[in-house]
């Protein structure tokens, strides 16, 4: 038996462009994300992600361009792409004179869980997980910044959406909480094949959770591409790190010896050198060969790549 | 349309109305007020203004603009009776549309404005509920509350009147009698929908609900013209004047809500949000 494998997309935009008076917010942006895709939005403060998203879940219209979501045409049939979108706004945008629960409430029948029954084992099951069990009869106004950011989103998935709109998800949040939304946001991708654009400022979360990402700088589009190759925009020299037992000035010779090597620095922890080569399978076998025909004794060899923070802050700078 | 969609919209708005004091307050105040004023005007204007035997002063114009129906109505009764009669049927009568026209107004102005201050317009209106499913909820919110409101105002109303009038008019009770059951099921809603419909153009272009409270205060002129129009003896709240307004008010309605409902473009709402 033969599976139909089919690249679908979840998500088209083309050319999508937002404009508030002369400002222009959005600028032709297109792109798109593959169902089951974990698609990183990258960028500075007022970069137009909030924007993108915005117009993505028919909040707002765009002044140009196009957009579709699980198929459908975000300005046609706007009403179905809020139906299989699940987002979590950029502001936890709950009623504050409502209970934990009431929200969930009104937000899970609003989304078409009519079902009283079914409903309240959703809601009992999310806040279960949040760890907002307790706090279900409370106001939200009263909750933590963070309780209301997870109640937040625990309202985005509440129907089991299959394409998630998440604007900065674990800003606000614990490093154990944090983590529990890593975690999350993997499992319903790689279990789930949930559709996910992930709106975030910490590129290590983009670097672990995401399939590929978008740098978005003064609303447009600077790269889109793995992590992988968004590194490989930094055209630097290899860089090798060798960490040794001792250090003398005998070891740092023989090492410039070497026929690859550019350039030798001692790092600041005085027995780790930072070699710069021009080839790194041509340069390591004989690095290491001279540091021990010196006498040198070697912990550990690493090349030392180039990170996604690096890249980012050249790729935002050079627009 | 779903209607259950609108009522969930409303039933959400409705248990926050209840737990906001800032707007309920004032609405319930407003019934209690009335049937205060009424009474203690009355016994002022007998105390300060009438002396047995004299004309009744200002109050003669009025009488005299009575239409002929309600000059019927005032033959054969003492100027204290009369006196009584025309303030408690006719004085007050527009009055009374200041109740359903201010309530709805300022809920309305904090369903509307209030929702996009506190920016939870956002996840509503990311949900799948339509504009018009969305409208209606929002304007039912509005208009039942400021219904109720009225109603109990006129029964209570109602009821403070009959005692005076038990006593006035040797037991005789003046209402309900059909002008003011027109005027508080005819033309009282039409009055509180125009309230609505204006808020809600208001609240578009305005960015909190205090703002858009203000503003809707200039909802009042008109309803004042037609308080003193009244005292002044220009306008008689009589059958063809009540049909008249009610006619005039469904006009106004049509117009508003026309208006509203393009001025609340959900995609529109949150980029109008500074
Ligand atoms: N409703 C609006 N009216 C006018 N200008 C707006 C509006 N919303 C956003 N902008 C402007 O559009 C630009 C992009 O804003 P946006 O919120 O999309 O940025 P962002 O990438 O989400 O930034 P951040 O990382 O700070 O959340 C900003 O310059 C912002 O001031
Ligand atoms: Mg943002």
């Not at chain 1, 297109?30 to 998203?53: C, Q």
């Not at chain 1, 307790?134 to 129907?159: F, P, T």
């Not at chain 2, 025309?86 to 009568?93: D, E, G, Q, R």
């Not at chain 2, 008109?222 to 220009?234: C, D, H, K, M, R």
Request: with cysteine.
């Amino acid at each position: 038996m033969v599976r139909k494998v089919s690249i679908v997309s979840a998500v088209q935009a083309a050319g999508l462009t937002k404009r508030f008076g002369s400002l222009t917010a959005v600028d032709h942006l297109s792109f798109e994300i593959r169902e089951g895709e974990v698609f990183g939005l990258l960028g500075p403060n007022g970069a137009g992600k909030t924007t993108t998203i915005r117009m993505l879940a028919c909040l707002i219209s765009p002044s140009e361009g196009s957009a579709s979501v699980g198929g459908y045409d975000t300005s046609k049939d706007s009403l179905k792409v809020r139906e299989i979108v699940g987002i979590l706004t950029e502001n936890p945008s709950l009623y504050e004179k409502l209970t934990v629960y009431e929200n969930m409430d009104f937000f899970a029948e609003a989304y078409g869980l009519s079902d009283a029954q079914e409903r309240s084992s959703r809601i009992r099951e999310l806040l279960e997980f949040f760890r907002l069990r307790d706090r279900k009869n409370e106001k939200v106004a009263k909750l933590s910044k963070g309780m209301k950011q997870k109640l937040a989103i625990a309202r985005a998935i509440v129907h089991n959406p299959p394409i998630l709109f998440l604007d900065e998800p674990t800003t606000g949040l614990d490093p154990e909480s944090a983590k529990g939304i890593r975690d999350l946001i993997e499992g319903l991708s790689a279990q789930e094949k949930r559709t996910i654009l992930l709106c975030t400022h910490r590129l290590e979360d983009a670097e672990k959770l995401c399939n590929r990402m978008m740098i978005v700088n003064k609303g447009k589009s600077v790269i889109v591409g793995t992590a992988e190759q968004l590194r490989s925009t930094i055209d630097s020299a290899p860089l090798l790190r060798v960490v040794l037992k001792g250090m003398n000035q005998r070891i740092i010779e023989a090492v410039r010896g070497v026929r690859h090597v550019r350039d030798v620095n001692v790092e600041n922890s005085a027995s780790n050198l930072i070699v710069t080569v021009d080839d790194l399978a041509a340069a390591t076998p004989e690095v290491v060969r001279n540091v021990v025909q010196a006498g040198g004794e070697v912990l550990s060899v690493n090349p030392i790549q180039p990170s996604l923070e690096e890249a980012y802050l050249k790729l935002v700078k050079a627009e | 349309m779903r209607i259950q969609k609108a009522m969930l919209v409303f039933r959400k708005d409705w248990r926050e109305l209840r737990r906001n004091w800032q707007v309920t307050l004032p609405i319930f105040i407003m019934p209690f007020m009335f049937s205060a004023l009424l009474p203690s005007l009355v016994v002022l204007i007998r105390a300060v203004a009438f002396v047995p035997g004299a004309p009744l002063g200002g109050l003669a114009t009025v009488v005299k603009n009575l239409p002929s129906q309600a000059q019927n109505e005032l033959a054969g009764l003492t100027d204290q009776q009369a006196l009584f009669y025309v303030v408690s049927i006719y004085f007050f009568a527009p009055i009374f549309l200041i109740i359903p026209l201010m309530a709805s107004s300022v809920i309305a102005s904090d369903s509307f404005a209030g929702e996009k201050e506190r920016r939870t317009i956002e996840a509503l209106l990311a949900t799948p509920i339509s504009d018009s499913e969305l409208f209606l909820g929002k304007i039912l919110v509005s208009f039942i509350p400021s219904m109720i409101v009225t109603v109990a105002s006129f029964l209570i109303y109602s009821t403070v009147v009959d005692v005076f009038s038990r006593t006035i008019f040797n037991g005789r009770l003046l209402l309900p009698n059909v002008i003011w059951i027109i005027l508080i099921f005819g033309l009282a809603p039409t009055v509180a929908l125009a309230g609505i419909g204006l808020t809600i153009i208001i609240s578009a272009r305005v960015k909190g609900f205090r703002e858009a409270q203000q503003i809707s205060v200039i909802l009042l002129i008109p309803i004042l013209i037609l308080v003193f129009g009244q005292v002044s003896g220009a306008i008689i709240f009589g059958p063809e004047v009540v049909a008249a307004l009610i006619g005039a008010f469904v006009g106004v309605d049509l117009l508003i809500f026309r208006i509203g409902v393009r001025l609340f473009r959900r995609d529109e709402v949150l980029s109008k949000l500074a």
